[in-house]
């Protein structure tokens, strides 16, 4: 699409994942374009606003959000705020009549998400919740191989998110901001990332949380916790996030007939994808290459797509919703230390 056809976004929050990712990613979007920035930080707006040709009339405060109404430029939002802050962000976007993209988790909670769903729903705009893991072209290959029956039924899946945190003066150790802790943030590419590759949702979860002693950092929020969730099909997955350990982001799925192993299954890049498979009594060991693309371009793309061509995201807030129906059934399994049905 020549650029001034391209869906029109305003990015809401101008912090690392909008500075690093999300504006870089729109300069290989083909569907999109940035053309207004919303930040409680006006000058650094403006410097951002100069680099990426964003006009500076276009430039608004979180309570300014209904003047955007006015603004026909803008057809929809990118909510990239801390997560306590989606709820109020999307419901001014859709209140001003602007399509949501917003940023994973979906809310706080499942009450908050069921919100924005009617909200959106009301003013009759889309509602899109940015699994860009979904976007990405491994993921999605180990989605069909796994899907295709050719190595026969997914029996044991394990996912794990991890990587080391610093100082606790983040909004991440903040309960009212964060809604949790390691759960949300990255826990959650594991239990999104295992309901994708199985394409079904887990009838029953187990759970357990470890916070460190006397760490004042996760007095709030947890910092480890494992999981395993139960599926209809007989599958199992053993799932573990933790902000204290060493950086690993994988996926693992053992088959009747053969493995998928995705390396960074959910890094921004440096996806690997090795298959190994029973051949005649021998184990043939692969790898899949695939000429890497931006993920959250692809993401971007996909959700324009969608405002553009009147279409359902393939990720809409439900998927977001589900999710935290999960996280709460997991909070629920390690609190009470027994497994909760879904
Ligand atoms: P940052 O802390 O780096 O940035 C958040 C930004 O939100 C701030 O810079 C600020 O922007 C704005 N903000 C508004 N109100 C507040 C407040 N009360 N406290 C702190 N910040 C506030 O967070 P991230 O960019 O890492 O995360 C933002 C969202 O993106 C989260 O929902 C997170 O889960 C998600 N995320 C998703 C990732 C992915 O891979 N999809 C990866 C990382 C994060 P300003 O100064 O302009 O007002």
Known sequence: RAPEKRLGVAIVGLGRLTLNQILPAFRQSQLARPVALVSGHPEKARAVAEQYGIDPAAIYGYDEMARMAENSEIEAVYIVTPNGLHRDHALAAAKAGKH????????????????????????????????????????????????????????IIHATNTQVHGSGDQWRVRAALSGGGALPDIGLYCLNGVRTMLGEDPTEVYAQ????????????VEETLSFT????????????????????????????????????????????????QLQDGQEQMSEIRLAPQNQFALEIDHFADCVLH??????????????????????????????VKI
């Open 209 to 220: 949380i470890v916070n460190p002693v006397g760490d004042e950092r996760y007095k709030e």
């Open 229 to 276: 969730l139960r599926f209809p099909s007989g599958a199992i997955a053993n799932c573990a996030t933790s902000y204290g350990a060493h950086e690993c982001k994988n996926m693992e799925i053992r088959l009747e007939k053969g493995s998928l192993e995705l390396e960074n299954a959910f890094a921004y890049q440096g996806q690997r994808l090795y298959v190994a």
């Open 310 to 339: 009147d279409r359902t995201p393939n990720t809409p807030g439900e998927e977001g919703l589900q999710d935290h129906l999960l996280m709460e059934a997991i909070y629920r399994s390690a609190r009470e230390g027994v497994p």
């Open 100 to 155: 949501v993209l917003c940023e994973k988790p979906m809310a706080n909670t499942s009450a908050e998400a069921q919100e924005m769903i009617a909200a959106c729903r009301e003013a009759g705009v889309r509602l899109m919740i940015a699994y860009r893991c979904q976007y990405e072209l491994f993921n999605l290959e180990t989605a069909r191989l796994t899907q295709s029956g050719e190595l026969g039924a997914p029996r």
